[in-house]
């Protein structure tokens, strides 16, 4: 694809985004476009969003465990960039009117406390983390009735919106491999689920992102965050409502939508 068909794609997804307005697959009209086209225009698409001063704070993956690929009828894992407007502190809210259709997923987030890059595996992954902690990812694809192929999503940055860090940060030795995680709304709980459901070990999900991110010849920087995936089916954003997640040993963290 040309780099003025992945600019001006680029610009459909953005400007999607800041309406607020869904839109129709890329890939219905250009049907030739590749995965790698795809991760072309979100890194066009965050180009825009650093021109408007926005900072990149970390990385997502995303479809790591089975309930989400399932959810989405997609079954590859998938990457996008967190920016430093992304970011809601924990106990705040946003307005549902300003998102398309807003779902919230449980999730577990780590910190990274060097730079790492290359074809790593789960342990040296960990040799770069500083910190882990629970997380909420808010997602909104971009597209009608939020449905995507796989190339779709990319190009839509993975949906990625919003995310919320617990505060309760825990120390790399924390075993992650196996904590029980409940999702509640307004008290009910409504998911429950364990990180094991993230690639069978969230360690794994980060090991294959610095993997992915260096087959384009990128890595992770010291100070990023790196949300490992959803552990379960993502569930709508009703305004109204309160979100919360407690995980094993890493507490919990919320959020309202208005
Ligand atoms: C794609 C993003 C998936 C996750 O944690 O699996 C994701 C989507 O479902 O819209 O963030
Ligand atoms: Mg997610």
Do not use: W
């Amino acid at each position: 694809m040309d780099q003025e068909t992945v600019e001006k794609l680029a610009r459909v997804v953005d400007d999607a985004a800041m309406e607020s307005t869904p839109i129709t697959m890329l890939t219905a009209e250009h049907d030739g476009l590749t995965i790698e086209d795809a991760y072309r225009i979100q890194r066009a698409s965050m180009r825009r969003r650093f021109g408007r001063g926005e900072t990149l704070v970390g990385m997502k993956m995303g479809l790591t465990s089975r309930a989400k690929m399932e959810q989405m009828g997609v079954h590859n894992p998938i990457y996008g960039h967190l920016t430093s407007s992304m970011k809601l502190t924990s106990g705040g809210s946003f307005k549902k009117e300003s998102y398309c259709h807003p779902r919230v997923e449980p999730e577990i987030a780590f910190i990274m406390g060097r730079d790492i890059s290359g074809q790593v595996t789960s342990q040296e992954a960990l040799s770069a983390v500083s910190g882990v902690c629970a997380a909420l990812e808010i997602i909104d694809s971009r597209y009608k009735d939020f449905k995507f192929t796989l190339n779709d999503v990319v190009a839509d940055n993975a949906s990625s919106t919003l995310f919320v860090l617990g505060e309760k940060i825990a120390t790399p030795d924390l075993d992650v491999s196996n904590l029980g995680m409940v999702m509640s709304v307004n008290g009910e709980v409504r998911e429950t689920g364990s990180s094991a459901a993230i690639l069978e070990h969230p360690l794994r999900s980060l090991a294959a992102l610095i993997c992915m991110l260096d087959s384009v010849s990128e890595g992770l920087h010291a100070g990023q965050i790196v949300l490992a995936g959803g552990a379960t089916q993502a569930i709508a954003c009703t305004p109204g409502s309160h979100v919360s997640l407690e995980v094993e040993s890493l507490g919990s963290v919320e959020f309202f939508v208005e």
